[in-house]
Every structure is written in structure tokens, then in C-alpha cells.
């Protein structure tokens, strides 16, 4: 029994070896990997995300490339070409900054007291099945795409998904900044219901460009407008205003002065006051400069500037540099 113990704690060490300096991918070290949690990523002392994990999740966003037709926009994607295989390596990067992200929103959330049950998940997905058309359709389609089954699923898309949207949801309520931009805007409302002039209003509370001129926006179709702002900002009556208003950008009570039609196209004259608000992508990016995390890989590093993972390798930096600026709708590294 002590041999064999022996025996597989030099298996395990030699696998531990060939993953962490060499980035192994032979098919024992990867199959080994599937079972015996090596982490890629750790911090705090409890938190990691596995090599198995990271390495499912790429195979699966490989896959899902290699299922697709691109003909039809003019691409070709090849990843055991040279430039493919700096692509994939580029996806690999993205695809651990998206798992490290996942499990920081998870574990923040948790703090919060959210926690996701698995009965909302299974209502979530669903709901998706219904969006979808099917089961059958659905479950089909995340094999064939991606090697899933409704549980990868789950756990890889719908869980995370909806610890963010929880998240986001409990920050427009607690964060001070927000709390300070809602109850702006509440005061901002309170004096335009006690009879005083909006452009005043707006010049007094009002952030932003058109803040001086009384929040004068000039004249606007709906294609000009944050896609949230045009449904109710379309419902207010000509020389009423709205109630307040929630964009991703923060918060309005947008006034309809005019309207009008130009070839056939619907334009209001507006003015608004407008309370920027923290944007939930602004407070994550600070979090994440704010965490000590340590990357366990010859290719990878923590960037605690700037809050995600980066190569170490000069070479590969420069190809994806380059290929943000001169290939910006690159399908193979985006999706």
C-alpha cells in the first residue's frame, strides 16, 4: 500500500510538473486534470479556479468556433495555424479573466446575502427553453455547439448570469454613490412637483453637457436614444415630464417640449436632468484592482493595475495589441 502510495504521489507530481512548467497538454495530463483540481487561479486561501474548468470552458468555446460557418462574413478560422493558435491562446486568457470574474461576483453577492437557489435556476432555464422554442431544440443545440449538457449550462451560463443581474440590482440600491445620485434626483423631482420652472431644475441638479444650458437636448429620433429611454420618453405627453427614469448611465426626468416628423421619422425636442450614476462595469473593474490573485502558469499573470489576467509573453502581448487595433471585429477572439 506504501508503495503504491509512493507511486501515485510521483504521478501527481510529475503531472504537476508538466502542467505548471510546461502547459502540458497531453491527453493524460488533461484527462488527470479533469479529475484532481489543480488550480490555475487562488486567492484568499479558498478561492481557485481549476485547470479542469478552465480547460473545459475553452474546449467548449473552441468548439463552438469550429461548429460555425463564418464563410458568409469572409472569415476562416483555423486554430492550428500559427496566428490561430496566438488566437486561441488570446481565448484561453479571456475565457479564465471571465471564470475569475464569475466566482468574484458569485462570492460578493454571497457577502450580500444573495444566494441563487437551484429552483430559480431551473425556472431560469425555463423560461430560456421557451425563448428557445424546446428542450429537445435546446439541449441539441448546446451538444452540438458546445458539448454541453442542460447542467453545464447552468453552471456555465444561466448561475452567473444571474448572480450579475442580482448583484447589479443590490449595488443600484447600496452603493453610496448610487444612493447619493437617487436621492439627487428624487429632490431634483420634488421641485419640479412644487411648481418650478424645469430648465431651473435642471441647471441646479443636472450633470453633464446640457446641464448648462437648462438640460436642453435639442431634437431626437428614437435611433438617437439609449434603447431603455425610448419607450417611456416616447409615452410623455407634449409639455409634461416623466417620472424618473433609469439608463444604464443613471438616472433622467426627461421634459417633451416638441414634437415632430421628419421623412417619416418621429423627433422630440427634449430637455432632461440627468444624475450620473456608478456603472456597475466602473465598480467591477475597481474591485478587481483591489484582489491578490496568483496565477499558477508559465503563460499568465495577476495585472493588479489594471484588474485581469495578462500574458507574460512580449511576443503574444504585441499580437494581441495588434489585433485589437487592426482586426476589432475578430469573431475568433470576441465571442
Excluded at 100 to 121: F, H, M, Q, Y
Excluded at 159 to 169: E, N
Excluded at 219 to 246: N, R, T
Amino acid at each position: 500500500m506504501i508503495g503504491l502510495a509512493i507511486l501515485f504521489a510521483v504521478y501527481l507530481a510529475t503531472i504537476s510538473i508538466l502542467i505548471y512548467a510546461f502547459n502540458s497538454d497531453n491527453k493524460i495530463v488533461v484527462k488527470t486534470a479533469e479529475y484532481i483540481p489543480y488550480p490555475i487561479a487562488e486567492w484568499g486561501g479558498v478561492n481557485f479556479i481549476s485547470i479542469g474548468k478552465l480547460k473545459d470552458n475553452l474546449n467548449s468555446a473552441k468548439m463552438f468556433y469550429e461548429n460555425q460557418d463564418f464563410s458568409n462574413l469572409g472569415i476562416k478560422i483555423d486554430f492550428n495555424s500559427d496566428d490561430g493558435k496566438k488566437k486561441l491562446a488570446i481565448k484561453e486568457k479571456n475565457v479564465l479573466n471571465k471564470l475569475i470574474e464569475n466566482k468574484l461576483i458569485e462570492n460578493e453577492a454571497k457577502k450580500r446575502g444573495i444566494v441563487i437557489s437551484s429552483t430559480s435556476i431551473a425556472q431560469n432555464v425555463s423560461q430560456k427553453m421557451k425563448e428557445y422554442g424546446s428542450e429537445t431544440f435546446l439541449k441539441n443545440n448546446l451538444l452540438k455547439l458546445y458539448g454541453w449538457n442542460l447542467s453545464d449550462f447552468e453552471e456555465n451560463i444561466v448561475k452567473p448570469d444571474m448572480y450579475r443581474s442580482a448583484l447589479i440590482a443590490n449595488l443600484n440600491e447600496t452603493d453610496p454613490e448610487n444612493v447619493s445620485a437617487k436621492n439627487k434626483i428624487s429632490a431634483a423631482l420634488d421641485e419640479l412637483k412644487s411648481g418650478k420652472d424645469f430648465e431651473a431644475v435642471a441647471k441646479k441638479y443636472s450633470e453633464g453637457e446640457s446641464a448648462s444650458s437648462g438640460g436642453d437636448l435639442g431634437w431626437l429620433s428614437a435611433k438617437e436614444m439609449l434603447y431603455e429611454m425610448v419607450s417611456p420618453v416616447f409615452a410623455i405627453k407634449k409639455g409634461e415630464y416623466s417620472d424618473i427614469i433609469k439608463s444604464r448611465l443613471g438616472y433622467h426626468i426627461v421634459k417633451v417640449e416638441d414634437q415632430r416628423s421628419e421623412n417619416g421619422i418621429a423627433e422630440l425636442k427634449l430637455r432632461q436632468i440627468f444624475i450620473r450614476t456608478t456603472s456597475f462595469s466602473d465598480w467591477l473593474s475597481k474591485y478587481e484592482k483591489n484582489m491578490n490573485i496568483h496565477i499558477f502558469s508559465v503563460d499568465f499573470y495577476w495585472n493588479k493595475n489594471d484588474g485581469q489576467v495578462e500574458f507574460k509573453n512580449n511576443d503574444l502581448k504585441n499580437f494581441e495589441d495588434n489585433l485589437i487595433k487592426n482586426s476589432p471585429g475578430d469573431i475568433s477572439v470576441l465571442l
